[in-house]
């Protein structure tokens, strides 16, 4: 069974970082893609960021391109979300995904696998 558990995350002012990280185990963390995703207030959960296994590609939502760099460490079986420049409307529970085959996507119904969730609070 995957298991995946967020940590990092916090109130930080506008302009400010942030860096989420992403533990996972059940499986070789290697050989999937991992993905990020967001979910605001009132609103539904949206893509975010997700990377190959290898690491070597990425793709991020055009909302946060340029602020956030996803990344990933398969010694440590870790995935990071760096998030700089960050504004209010960037506040939302974000949440680690991992889906069920080792190719990525962007759609929420490609993972299977979630976080529990880190709150993240951005006040202007």
């Known amino acids: 069974q995957v298991q995946l558990v967020e940590s990092g995350g916090g109130l930080v002012q506008a302009g400010g970082s942030l860096r989420l990280s992403c533990a996972a185990s059940?499986?070789?963390?290697?050989?999937?893609?991992m993905g990020w995703f967001r979910q605001a207030p009132g609103k539904d959960r949206e893509f975010v960021a997700t990377?190959?296994?290898?690491?070597?590609?990425?793709y991020y939502a055009d909302s946060v391109k340029g602020r956030f760099t996803v990344s990933r460490d398969n010694a440590k079986n870790t995935v990071y979300l760096q998030m700089n420049s960050l504004k209010p409307e960037d506040t939302a529970v974000y949440y680690c995904?991992?889906?069920?085959?080792?190719?990525?996507?962007?759609?929420?119904?490609?993972?299977?696998?979630w976080g529990q969730g880190t709150q993240v609070t951005v006040s202007s």
């Open positions: 995904a991992a889906p069920p085959v080792p190719s990525y996507t962007i759609t929420l119904t490609g993972y299977v696998y």
């Open positions: 059940g499986r070789t963390f290697s050989s999937y893609a």
């Open positions: 990377i190959t296994g290898s690491g070597g590609r990425t």
